[in-house]
């Protein structure tokens, strides 16, 4: 059975989504308390963590940043916030998802389905080398000789898939159907921020403009 973690303020929103989520089969973990939410959401090993963008005392964009830090446990945003600035920072801090409250039932259980089925045998291999880097799909890392760095489980995939078709352009669409099996429910900035993420972190390890933007084509990793 796979493990959510729901964190949200209001009682009634909460009580709720997680009736839905029990409902539908999952083990649901309700986290009240705000202060050092992030080494709960580690302790508490679960499979996807549900978060609010708005908090008392704190933000849902602040604990994703200091989450990503120590884990890349896929995280949704749920957000009354329709802004673009408010969607592009959660992306950006490491958000896989977002989704605007009040959000329909069965798209949320659409997205988390989505998630699990992302989570293909192939991510079970050994490690993988590109240009003196080693991706290990099972921890969710990228290391050279110097350095080891955390993707999110976005990050992770679109390199993945990438790699696996080096040398060949990756159309958009055919990207945000690997990643979201549905592209009709996804903004198409969300993967623009997604891949731009991935950008700056490959750079981290010396892996400058390795990932080409072929325009009105898609992406070519040579």
């Known amino acids: 059975m796979k493990k959510i973690i729901v964190i949200e303020d209001d009682k009634v929103l909460r009580e709720a989504l997680t ?34 963008i708005i908090l008392p005392n704190t933000n849902g964009q602040e604990i994703l940043r200091n989450l990503r830090d120590i884990s890349n446990v896929p995280v949704i945003m749920l957000t009354s916030k329709t802004g673009e600035i408010d969607e592009i920072l959660a992306m950006s801090y490491g958000a896989d998802d977002y989704i605007i409250k009040p ?18 045998p192939q991510e079970q291999q050994e490690e993988i080398e590109y240009r003196g880097v080693f991706l290990n799909p099972l921890k969710s890392t990228l290391r050279n000789q110097d350095k080891e760095i955390i993707l999110s489980k976005n990050e992770i995939s679109i390199f993945h898939y990438l790699l696996k078709h080096r040398g060949k352009i990756v159309s958009r669409d055919e990207l945000m159907d690997y990643l979201w099996d549905c592209n009709d429910f996804i903004d198409d900035n969300t993967l623009t921020v997604n891949i731009n993420r991935l950008r700056k972190k490959l750079e981290e390890i010396q892996l400058v403009g390795v990932i080409e933007t072929r325009r009105r084509q898609g992406y070519i990793l040579i």
């Open 103 to 120: 959000y329909n039932p069965t798209l949320l259980l659409l997205k988390i389905e989505a998630f699990f089925r992302r989570l293909k």
């Open 19 to 52: 009736a839905l989520l029990r409902d539908n089969g999952y083990e649901v973990c309700q986290m009240v308390k705000f202060d050092k939410v992030e080494k709960q959401i580690v302790e508490e090993k679960a499979d996807l963590v549900l978060l609010d």
